[in-house]
T-cell receptor, first 113, second 113 residues
Framework: GAGVSQTPSNKVTEKGKYVELRCDPI?????LYWYRQSLGQGPEFLIY????????DSGLPNDRFFAVRPEGSVSTLKIQRTERGDSAVYLC???????????FGQGTRLTVV | QKEVEQNSGPLSVPEGAIASLNCTYS??????FFWYRQYSGKSPELIMS????GDKEDGRFTAQLNKASQYVSLLIRDSQPSDSATYLC?????????????FGDGTTLTVKP
């Protein structure tokens, strides 16, 4: 596709459930980033990949959060035992390589009830 | 203190005026800077990138970087009502953390017809 694609656009889940959020980057982009954005705040870094490996996962809040990018393209952000505080918009971005211009997908709005 | 600071606004300018948005950052290791525009309920959209001191112009937009003073600015000439949005500043460090951008919380701009 022409841009970064994230699915689903919206996800409502019950507290304690497991969720997976998917990101399909721009073709040819080797770097992929996950951010989380709460209302009225800027995006907060979670993790980024250069190729298949997680180059920096220091932004993941705790061990309930995990992300993979097994083939260096599509990435999945996985959240176990969801909590109400996990409710936010999860944004994915990709760039040709690290530290070049990054382009965001439309985001996944996660609501934990 | 946040690593990237922006005046939250709102900043209001009349149509046709110049809008000036400012951003300061605390990490002297930051080497790449980006401005994003975010409409309400939408994801951030890249407007400008700047990597070296001085000015960079693209159409009605001019980004300015002063690494010695640790500030970045965005000027929007001939402001239009469609420019009304939240503008996010992002700083990216050099080296092993190069994929870890830090965002400010944004400045809300309103352009009045």
């Amino acid at each position: 596709g022409a841009g970064v694609s994230q699915t689903p656009s919206n996800k409502v889940t019950e507290k304690g459930k497991y969720v997976e959020l998917r990101c399909d980057p721009i073709s040819g982009h080797t770097a992929l980033y996950w951010y989380r954005q709460s209302l009225g705040q800027g995006p907060e870094f979670l993790i980024y990949f250069q190729g298949t490996g997680a180059a920096d996962d220091s932004g993941l809040p705790n061990d309930r959060f995990f992300a993979v990018r097994p083939e260096g393209s599509v990435s999945t952000l996985k959240i176990q035992r969801t909590e109400r505080g996990d409710s936010a918009v999860y944004l994915c971005a990709s760039s040709y390589t690290v530290n070049t211009e990054a382009f965001f997908g439309q985001g996944t709005r996660l609501t934990v009830v | 203190q946040k690593e990237v600071e922006q005046n939250s606004g709102p900043l209001s300018v009349p149509e046709g005026a110049i809008a000036s948005l400012n951003c300061t950052y605390s990490d002297r290791g930051s080497q790449s800077f980006f401005w994003y525009r975010q409409y309400s309920g939408k994801s951030p959209e890249l407007i400008m990138s700047i990597y070296s001191n001085g000015d960079k112009e693209d159409g009605r937009f001019t980004a300015q970087l002063n690494k010695a003073s640790q500030y970045v600015s965005l000027l929007i000439r001939d402001s239009q009502p469609s420019d009304s949005a939240t503008y996010l500043c992002a700083a990216t460090p050099y080296g092993t953390n190069a994929g870890k951008s830090t965002f400010g919380d944004g400045t809300t701009l309103t352009v009045k017809p």
